[in-house]
């Protein structure tokens, strides 16, 4: 798959070159720059044009976090244990995050390294934050 046959983002017109973007929101004190709310909306977009690779692995990053919390909470309030809700985990969030950049996104996975090295970005710390959650939940509603 080749990232030639992906759109472009879609430019300002030259006749209003000095729009007023209300999705900049600065971050606190330490002169950090800005961080764009336009970077989830881009995420949440088919086919989205990433140039900044960096920006692309930090979607896929905060994106499995989400999922860790989710599947944290329901895996804790049903209950599941055991290795079962462990390999659960482990094939939704791989499996839910590799549609995403193959069929949502369709971004040439040999620019980020291959298929593997975006299939694991981030997957160690959602696993840990995944068993915090599950285990909190898990404790607070089921142990007697």
């Known amino acids: 798959m080749s990232g030639g046959h992906r759109r472009k983002e879609e ?3 030259p006749s209003q070159p000095h729009q007023h973007h209300p999705h900049l929101v600065a971050n606190g004190g ?3 720059g800005a961080l ?7 995420a ?11 920006e692309f692995l930090d979607v896929i990053y905060w994106f499995r976090q989400i999922i860790a919390v989710i599947l944290g909470v329901i895996w804790g309030i049903v209950p599941l244990k055991g290795f079962v809700g462990i ?3 482990c094939l939704i969030n791989a499996g839910v995050l590799y549609l995403y950049f ?4 369709q971004i040439d996975e040999e620019e980020y390294g291959g298929t593997w090295e975006l299939t694991k970005e981030g ?10 959650v599950w285990i909190i939940f898990y404790t607070a509603i089921h142990y007697d």
């Open 30 to 32: 330490g002169g950090g």
């Open 87 to 89: 390999a659960i985990f």
């Open 123 to 132: 997957f160690v710390t959602s696993f840990a934050l995944f068993l915090v």
């Open 102 to 105: 193959s069929s949502f996104q």
């Open 11 to 13: 430019l300002t017109s």
């Open 44 to 54: 949440l977009r088919s086919d989205s044009s990433w140039e900044d690779k960096d």
């Open 36 to 42: 764009k709310a336009s970077l989830w909306s881009k």
